[in-house]
């Protein structure tokens, strides 16, 4: 198993800009996908981003695509999401996952993740 720790979650105003980061330790080897998923009140938990650890592919939402940007320092098992330009309607528990895929294509479903951060909150205000 995989020991995710999110953090850089708080309170920005829309246009702001926030930066999560997703700290990874244990079994890091036995997975080859990461994500990011968020869940916001009332709602289902949807996907956000998602990208290879050896970086040959990332997959954003299209809520998200021109605003976000995922990143990762293998050196330091982390990844990263920078948001930019945030609308109040990104506002959501954000979570960091860990998963083995052999199609790009599934790195979306967040059913090929087995490790999963316990989130940090993102709120904005309009």
């Known amino acids: 198993q995989v020991q995710l720790v999110e953090g850089g979650g708080g309170l920005v105003q829309a246009g702001g800009s926030l930066r999560l980061s997703c700290a990874a330790s244990?079994?890091?080897?036995?997975?080859?996908?990461m994500g990011w998923f968020r869940q916001a009140p009332g709602q289902e938990r949807e996907f956000v981003a998602a990208?290879?650890?050896?970086?040959?592919?990332?997959y954003y939402a299209d809520s998200v695509k021109g605003r976000f940007t995922m990143s990762r320092d293998n050196a330091r098992n982390t990844i990263y999401l920078q948001m930019n330009s945030l609308k109040p309607e990104d506002t959501a528990v954000y979570y960091c996952?860990?998963?083995?895929?052999?199609?790009?294509?599934?790195?979306?479903?967040?059913?090929?993740?087995?490790?999963w951060g316990p989130g940090t909150q993102v709120t904005v205000s309009s």
């Open positions: 996952a860990a998963g083995a895929i052999l199609f790009n294509r599934d790195a979306r479903r967040s059913d090929v993740y087995n490790s």
């Open positions: 244990g079994r890091t080897r036995s997975h080859n996908v």
């Open positions: 990208g290879g650890w050896s970086g040959d592919f990332t």
